[in-house]
Structure formats: C-alpha cells, structure tokens
C-alpha cells in the first residue's frame, strides 16, 4: 500500500512530459525488472513473488490518504530504533510524518555500522562544506557541540566553528543514516551509526517486527504514517 500510494502521488505530481513516473528512486520510484529479481532472489524468487503478488491482490485499488489527499508514503529500509520527523530531514513539516520508535529491527544486516576516517579527511570534508570551517591543532577539540532531533538523529554538529547539518554530514562522509555518535581516538574520527535510509515514515524492518508480532498491515501503516487513513480508490 506505501508503494501503491507513492506512485499514485507520484503520477499525479506531472514531472515527466512522456511518462506517469520514471525508475529513479531519488525522483519518483525505483523499480527492479522481473529478471532482476530472480538474480536477486535465486531459489527463493518463486516464495518472494507469489508472496508480493498476495499482498498486492489483497489490498486491490486500497491507498493512503490524509485530509482527503494522497499522503506522501515514504519508506526506507531501517531505522536504527527510532523514525524521524520529515522536518528534521526534509526541512518540510509533514503532519502525518512523526518520529515513532521502531523497535524489534536488530537483525537487519545495516542495524549498526561504522565509518572511520583520519583526522585530516574529517578536516578537509568539513572544509569542503565550508572553507571557514577552523580545524587545526588537537583534533579532540574540533567538535564543540551536537544537537539532535526528535528522532534520535544529527540536526546540527559543530565543529571548527562552524555549523553543518546532520543531512550534510551524512552525504559528505557516506553515512547510512544521520543517527550516528562521533568519537575521535589515536588519529581518526569513528562515526558509529544506527539505521540505514533517510529514516522518514515507515521502516521496512520495522514493519517486519510489528507484522510478527501479529499485528496486520492497516495497524501497521496507522503505526507509521500518524492520522493517515485507508482509503479505496476506484481506479
């Protein structure tokens, strides 16, 4: 149903003269052909696709809406415990897009990682954001304060003086979420992180855990996507 609703919103946004919606993930929905998905699956192709086919039957023309209108259904892979607000990541207040906690998602294979970089790559990564950024001398004293977000996230990091994002750093340094800790240790910066994706609406090993625990999938989108309602559509 997310992805059904993503897409419908998405056909209707009109961003391509010849086409509803293209294949790229970071402008409309990403989608992998049926070969593809054989590659990916091997033996357990078969299982996956009667699988998805089930769920898609079984929600028939059944989208996502609030106040009337199609919501923004976005979803990602792991949240590292916490969700977060799409304001945090998006600077947009999105009513129906709330930090939530996630638990139950220690098994997913991007739960934690860690990315280690030398004092002068955190130094030159930074300047790279901002030349007037000031890292020189000890390297323990770069960083003078964190502040985070509802969802457990990075909002700001200060360091040399100046202020980055949580968002920036997170691209700048190839992290897989912003919900990360940064120590620096005999030379070099470790940012230890939770989740994997932009962390915004519904973890899709989130979703697993409740679904496990026997809850179905409209108390589980409710979950995720607050006031968000079950609409069907006639298509």
Not at 95 to 112: F, M, W
Not at 162 to 191: C, H, I, M, P, W
């Amino acid at each position: 149903m997310a992805a059904r609703t993503f897409a419908c919103r998405q056909t209707a946004g009109g961003k391509h003269e010849n086409a509803d919606v293209c294949a790229q993930s970071a402008c409309c929905q990403a989608c992998l052909t049926v070969e593809d998905l054989r590659a990916r699956y091997g033996d357990g192709f078969e299982a996956a696709w009667d699988k998805a086919l089930a769920a898609v039957r079984e929600t028939q023309n059944e989208v996502l809406t609030y106040e009337g209108a199609l919501i923004d259904a976005v979803y990602f892979s792991c949240s590292g415990g916490s969700t977060e607000d799409a304001a945090a990541v998006w600077g947009t207040d999105v009513p129906y897009l709330r930090a939530v906690e996630s638990p139950g998602e220690q098994d997913a294979a991007k739960y934690e990682s860690r990315v280690c970089v030398t004092a002068e790559t955190f130094a030159e990564t930074l300047r790279a954001l901002d030349a007037s950024a000031q890292l020189s001398g000890d390297p323990s004293g770069w960083v003078q304060s964190v502040t985070r977000t509802p969802g457990g996230g990075v909002d700001t990091l200060t360091a040399g003086g100046r202020t980055f994002s949580g968002v920036q750093l997170r691209k700048a340094f190839g992290l897989n979420s912003t919900r990360f800790t940064l120590l620096y240790e005999d030379g070099a910066f470790s940012f230890d992180v939770l989740g994997y994706g932009h962390r915004v609406g519904m973890s899709q090993y989130g979703a697993d855990a409740i679904a496990r625990l026997g809850f179905d999938y409209r108390t589980i989108l409710r979950f995720y996507y607050r006031g968000a309602e079950l609409t069907t559509l006639d298509f």
